[in-house]
């Protein structure tokens, strides 16, 4: 009986928490849109461009960094980098520092506005956001970034910053969707 009853409450405790989970994940969809995660094929792509044309780099932002997974991957193929990831929602930062935790790599999550982080520092910044930020980032980016700073963004791209390389990871994916661009300051 004892065991039947322990077997009972630990399946309400773990269904109210997938419960209260779903909640705060819906709830954060809604007031934050959608955070699809880059895809593996283009995390790779990133961390061998990184490797290929700035393998000084000492640091890596990625602009809107969702539940973390850009930057738990660069942190794994490349763990000499200094990782740091920046997004509006609580939640996402939340859910990045637990899977960090749990996988055991160093990396730093600011909960906050990417358009207020200083970036006059950093060598590589990744974006994949929407295309209407795209015009005020193309232009923090270029009062900021320091000459030989890379900027890679996923999807979408900038309109006036001319490109250093376009690279298609996936000719599956439809419109730019497969496609990562590359800038130099
Ligand atoms: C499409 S997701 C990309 C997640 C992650 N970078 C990746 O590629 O897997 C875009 C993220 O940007 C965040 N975001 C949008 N505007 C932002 C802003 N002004 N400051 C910080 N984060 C922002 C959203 O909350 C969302 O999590």
Redesign the pocket.
Known sequence: MNLFLTLLFTFLALFALGIIFFFFFVLDVLI???????DKKARQMIAQIISQRHPQAKNFY?????RG??ILSIKKHLPHLQVIG????RF?CALAKIKAKFLGRKIQVKR????KQDLSQADVVYA??WYD?LPPLEQKLQQELKPGALAIT?TVHFFDWPLAEKIVFDEKLPGNFGTLFVYKK
């Open positions: 934050r849109r959608h955070d699809l995660p880059s990625d602009l809107g960094s969702g997974t850009v920046i997004d509006l929602s996402r906050g506005d990417l358009f994949f956001i930020l996923n």
